[in-house]
């Protein structure tokens, strides 16, 4: 199911419609159908980004053996930010951070420690605007962009991976980062790390749905994480999971 395939079907169930309504004289109401039906796609596959809808997502590897990839969103937060490096550190454990550019602003030490701590860094846009998806093609790639200078002016290298803010998809966004030949790196396990959920319960979420090839969205912006990452690196050690970089996970490149 792609944006393409779903509008042609509806553009072919309306001429369907047209012509019962002009050969058979059905009630003008049955237009509402596929009208109903086609926005419920659309909404379905631009806010889903494991549907692939407008945009090819890598969201898992295929892979059977045990390894899987641990992401951070929202950061480079002063408070959450070092407590989750230093975690990771002790662990000896590798993740990828997508950051918000106007959070590098003040906070330029953090990127250069996650990328001196062997640490991937990926784009997740400028704003991170609840709006952002009502922006064009010139509108994304400015947002994707100006966080690319920001990382670069730090570390030196062009971000290669890119996650769309809220999973959320449109054309505009399809269109931009297919223009600067971004990754499109999704997820499988949503951790819910941000909502009011405690985190007992966010815990057995992550941990339930670990399989091979996994890839879970954490936030370094939540206490919580904090605790959750932990135990998510215990029971990876405890159920022989290896925690590996999504380059070696999906066997992509991460900068250009
Ligand atoms: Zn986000």
Redesign the pocket.
């Known amino acids: 199911m792609t944006f393409k395939s779903t509008s042609i079907t509806f553009l072919f169930s309306l001429l369907i419609v047209g012509a019962s309504y002009y050969f058979f004289g059905i009630s003008l109401w049955w237009f509402a159908l596929p009208i109903l039906v086609f926005k419920i796609f659309v909404i379905y596959g631009s806010s889903t980004i494991q549907s692939n809808f407008h945009i090819n997502a890598i969201c898992n590897s295929k892979t059977s053996e045990k390894q899987i990839a641990i992401t951070f969103?929202?950061g480079p937060n002063k408070e959450h930010t070092p407590k989750v490096l230093s975690l990771l550190k002790e662990n000896n454990t590798k993740a990828t951070f997508f950051v918000i550019g106007k959070n590098i602003i003040g906070n330029e030490t953090l990127v250069k420690q996650i990328n001196d701590d062997g640490h991937t860094i990926g784009n997740?846009t400028f704003s991170?605007s609840f709006f952002i998806d009502f922006k064009n093609t010139k509108g994304f790639k400015e947002e994707l962009n100006k966080t690319s200078d920001l990382v670069f002016n730090i570390i030196g290298k062009r971000m290669k991976l890119f996650r769309p803010?809220?999973g959320v998809t449109t054309p505009h966004l399809a269109k931009a980062a297919k223009q600067l030949n971004y990754n499109i790196i999704g997820w499988n396990i949503r951790s819910l790390d941000t909502t009011n959920d405690n985190e007992e319960i966010i815990v057995q979420r992550v941990l339930q749905q670990i399989k091979p090839g996994a890839i879970i969205l954490f936030h370094d912006t939540s206490e919580k994480t904090i605790n959750v990452l932990k135990q998510t690196i215990n029971f990876a050690k405890q159920n022989g999971f290896k925690i590996v970089s999504l380059q070696q996970l999906l066997n992509i490149t991460n900068y250009e």
Request: proline share 17%.
């Open positions: 969103d929202d997740h991170h803010p809220y």
